[in-house]
């Protein structure tokens, strides 16, 4: 990462890093101690992976520790590394949690004042859809940021989910999407 951040020095590109992919199965210490590292090493920004197994049963105790911890960790860290901004973003799976857990991973998120909240990793069965966003957009009541991500691909979908309320875009399709854009084709295909 230190590297990565050095070489980017003085440019307008940011540095990011995501902590644990694929399903967040790793501490809420872990976590915090990666972000921490991460932060120290020139990240802007640290997606974290909510436990997505804990969240599915319901335990919310182990959701909101980890959500504290991360975000704490890395907004103290920046503070402290030449008080940079830092952007701290959390991973919902939305393919794999219902609604009302979401709603409560929001609720944690703006209580510790985080940034963003991310629906997918791309490793669930399936993508962003229309309706995540929205949803996630609805139960947002602070000024939560929303980067949809996970199967976007076409022009249509990331313009479709930029007007329902997305923030931001995650996609590995992403210069692709830009030159179908930029060349008036609306898929990939």
């Known amino acids: 990462m230190s590297l990565v951040a050095r070489e980017l020095q003085g440019s307008d ?9 694929p399903f967040g199965l790793i501490s809420p210490m872990m976590k915090a101690a990666e972000a921490r590292q991460a932060v120290h090493d020139g990240a802007n920004a640290v ?5 997505v197994g804990e969240l599915v049963a319901d335990h919310y105790d182990v959701i909101r520790k980890e959500i504290h911890e991360v975000v704490n960790a890395a907004k103290m860290r920046a503070l402290t590394d030449e008080g940079g901004e830092v952007a701290v973003m959390i991973t919902v799976e939305t393919a794999l949690t219902s609604r009302d857990q979401q709603r ?27 309706e995540d966003v ?12 929303i980067k949809a991500a996970g199967g976007i691909r076409t022009v249509e979908q990331a313009r479709t989910l930029i007007n329902a309320g ?3 875009l995650g996609t590995s399709a992403g210069i692709q999407i830009v030159e179908s854009f930029e060349n008036g084709r609306p898929s990939l295909d």
């Open 134 to 145: 929205m949803a996630l957009r609805e139960m947002s009541d602070y000024d939560l940021g």
């Open 13 to 21: 590109v940011k540095v990011g890093t995501v902590i644990g992919l």
């Open 47 to 51: 997606e974290v992976v909510v436990n």
């Open 104 to 130: 409560r991973v929001c609720e944690m998120v703006g209580e510790y004042r985080g940034d963003f909240i991310i629906t997918n990793t791309g490793f669930a069965p399936r993508g962003v859809t229309i």
């Open 166 to 168: 997305a923030d931001r």
